[in-house]
């Protein structure tokens, strides 16, 4: 496998003691059709601060909310990921966006709203936010990404990096190995992002976009599609991916989903991709769900960001 060497990057040029503030410049919903589910593509301006030049896709900005909680403290920082690539919203380095999911919960019997997501998803074009970072540090494309395969796993807003990073992988023409998108999502109207990623799998036979809708439809034994079961459903195009010694998997979303991959990962044999820090049953359904969070982990070709 070529030697993988992941960037260095500055971290925290502006923390949230000395935050920057930059101008939104964009802010329209991502879904294609009508969604319960809000989901908003924010695009700010960082002109004329240190974050440009020194965002790079992977990374997230940190977001204060003005105002006070209820005990009267300042709202906390908010981490969203960078959904543009590194060279920028459409190539202009001052540009940078993210994804953004209004949360509206009940909770208690109580309406509960997020408070950072409500309050990005409310800005015009125009309006001043304060923002923090950049931060993360390893879940990046390796320097010499050209080199590389990838499978991305992505649920809800955990699509954001990968939207940049397949943007940061064709823009240059020479990409010839393979990238996969397998995006999950409860209902087809949560889908994010679709005319891109359709686009993109139309216009290049490296690219795979593969859909797992869990609430619509069943597999043929009857389950539920989930990202991971994709790996069984899809094997055909996976498997012979996945046997590279150059492919990379990124997991971003909900927390949980990097368990169900692990598990069929070890089912096929695909260890390489994993750590396993304690000898375990060689029947993986046996393997309680606990010992397999605590004892099997990412390893170096596997690079994870759940929350």
């Not at 997020?114 to 998803?121: C, F, R």
């Not at 010499?144 to 395969?149: E, I, M, R, S, T």
């Not at 368990?259 to 049953?281: A, N």
Request: net charge negative; aromatic share 8%; proline share 5%.
């Amino acid at each position: 496998m070529s030697e993988l060497t992941l960037p260095e990057v500055e971290l925290n040029i502006y923390s949230k003691n000395n935050p920057v503030e930059v101008k939104v410049v964009e802010n329209y919903v991502v879904t294609k059709e009508s969604s319960p589910n809000i989901v908003r593509h924010i695009t700010f301006d960082i002109s004329g601060t240190d974050l440009v030049d020194r965002v790079r896709v992977g990374q997230s900005l940190g977001v204060l909310p003005p105002g006070v909680d209820v005990k009267g403290k300042p709202h906390k920082l908010r981490l969203y990921s960078i959904s543009s690539p590194t060279s920028g919203e459409n190539g202009q380095k001052h540009l940078v966006s993210t994804t953004v999911k209004r949360t509206i919960e009940e909770l208690e019997n109580k309406l509960y709203l997020g408070v950072a997501s409500n309050y990005l998803s409310d800005l015009n074009p125009g309006d001043i936010v304060k923002v923090t970072g950049p931060s993360g540090r390893r879940f990046l494309l390796p320097e010499n990404a050209q080199d590389f395969n990838y499978i991305f796993f992505a649920t809800g807003t955990g699509i954001a990096p990968f939207r940049g990073m397949i943007l940061e992988l064709f823009e240059e023409q020479g990409f010839s190995n393979d990238c996969v998108l397998v995006f999950g999502c409860p209902y087809r109207t949560d889908l994010l992002y679709t005319d891109f990623l359709e686009e993109m799998d139309e216009k290049h036979p490296n690219f795979h976009f593969i859909k797992s809708i869990s609430r619509e439809g069943r597999r043929k034994d009857g389950s539920k599609h989930y990202v991971q079961t994709k790996l069984i459903d899809d094997k055909e195009l996976l498997t012979p991916i996945l046997a590279k010694e150059n492919t990379l998997i990124y997991i971003c979303g909900m927390k949980g989903m990097e368990t169900g991959i692990y598990k069929e990962l070890l089912k096929q044999g695909l260890s390489g991709y994993l750590d396993i820090r304690k000898e375990l049953p060689e029947d993986v359904d046996e393997i309680p769900t606990e010992d397999l969070k605590r004892y099997v982990k990412a390893s170096a070709r596997t690079f994870e960001e759940v929350y």
